[in-house]
């Protein structure tokens, strides 16, 4: 069974999240977790930690991840990092669960206006099934072609009484 959870760096689950993150995302481009949080100081500290876990024999085992930057440079939008699951463990509905997850905590309780984030081309359509949208021109970043992708605060949620839905 899968479990989703939010944890902080001091949780005895972050090493785990972090040793997907360098598996998945940071070694193929030549970096480890330790000079991601050189390069983006805080990011880990600042952001909350969505987690999807399993249970093993030595315990609890982070199978996906992804960070939601509630304060981003971009006013009244979080920004959604570090997307990333386990290969052994994709194509189960994982990822689209954690992202739910982060939509609903930030349309919930923190009352943000949208979430963006920076999707290798390859992940676009992973988004735009969770209803995101294309935002400006593919770029490079990390060496690596991107798109911009957001999603909006769902209009019925604007007021008082709908966001006690969430
Ligand atoms: C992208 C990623 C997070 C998806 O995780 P996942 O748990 O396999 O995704 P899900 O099982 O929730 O898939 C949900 C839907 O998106 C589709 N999808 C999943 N990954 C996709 C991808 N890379 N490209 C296109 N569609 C994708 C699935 O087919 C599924 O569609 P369906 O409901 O019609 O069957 C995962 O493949 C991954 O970690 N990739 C490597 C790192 C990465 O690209 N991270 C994102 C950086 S922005």
């Not at 005895?12 to 991601?36: A, S």
């Not at 249970?55 to 304060?71: E, F, N």
């Not at 309780?109 to 992973?126: E, K, P, R, T, W």
Request: with cysteine; charged share 30%; aromatic share 8%.
């Amino acid at each position: 069974m899968v479990q989703y959870r939010r944890i902080t760096p001091n949780d005895p689950l972050y090493p785990g999240e972090c040793r997907l993150r360098e598996r998945v995302l940071l070694t193929p481009i030549g970096y480890d977790i330790n000079r991601f949080r050189e390069e983006y100081p805080g990011i880990d500290e600042l952001s909350e930690h969505h987690i999807a876990t399993t249970k093993t024999p030595g315990g609890d085992r982070v199978i996906g991840c992804a960070l939601l930057l509630p304060s981003s440079d971009r006013e009244g939008f979080g920004k959604l990092t570090q997307m990333a699951v386990d290969p052994q463990r994709r194509g189960e509905g994982i990822g689209q669960r954690i992202v739910i997850n982060v939509e609903s905590r930030a349309f919930g309780d923190l009352g943000l206006q949208g979430i963006y984030c920076h999707a290798q081309v390859n992940a676009v359509s992973f988004y735009e099934k969770l209803g995101w949208s294309r935002e400006g021109e593919k770029f490079i970043e990390a060496d690596i072609p991107h798109q911009c992708m957001v999603i909006h605060r769902p209009p019925e949620l604007s007021d008082e009484t709908d966001d006690r839905m969430w």
